[in-house]
């Protein structure tokens, strides 16, 4: 069993930046393509993006140019670094873990789930 925990969210500003964390336990850290997902209130949640376990990254539409995904194989942790956040990122951000060799852009793929971390961005 894989465990996910998510940290690092919070209240900031349009313009601000933000940092999530997703540790990952387990020896096989590296053998996982890891995404994040979002859900905001009524809406369904939606793919924001992946990395692969060679690094190749995949991003969704709204966040491309504005967030980074990077993993750290050693401290089995992958980060979003989200900058120039707008309201509408608004949403709890969740770490997804799936052992492969491929990013999926769809919820339904992944094995394994955090338990989600609440981002709110003021206008």
């Known amino acids: 069993q894989v465990q996910l925990v998510e940290s690092g969210g919070g209240l900031v500003q349009a313009g601000g930046s933000l940092r999530l964390s997703c540790v990952t336990s387990?020896?096989?850290?590296?053998?996982?393509?890891m995404g994040w997902f979002r859900q905001a209130p009524g809406k369904d949640r939606e793919f924001v993006t992946g990395?692969?376990?060679?690094?190749?990254?995949y991003f969704g539409d709204s966040v491309e140019g504005r967030f980074t995904i990077s993993r750290d194989n050693a401290k089995n942790t992958v980060y979003l670094q989200m900058n120039s956040l707008k309201p509408e990122d608004t949403a709890v951000y969740y770490c997804?873990?799936?052992?492969?060799?491929?990013?999926?852009?769809?919820?339904?793929?992944?094995?394994?789930w955090g338990q989600g971390t609440q981002v709110t961005v003021s206008s």
């Open positions: 997804a873990a799936k052992r492969s060799s491929i990013v999926f852009l769809s919820q339904r793929e992944y094995d394994y």
């Open positions: 387990g020896r096989t850290f590296s053998s996982y393509a």
């Open positions: 990395i692969s376990w060679t690094g190749r990254t």
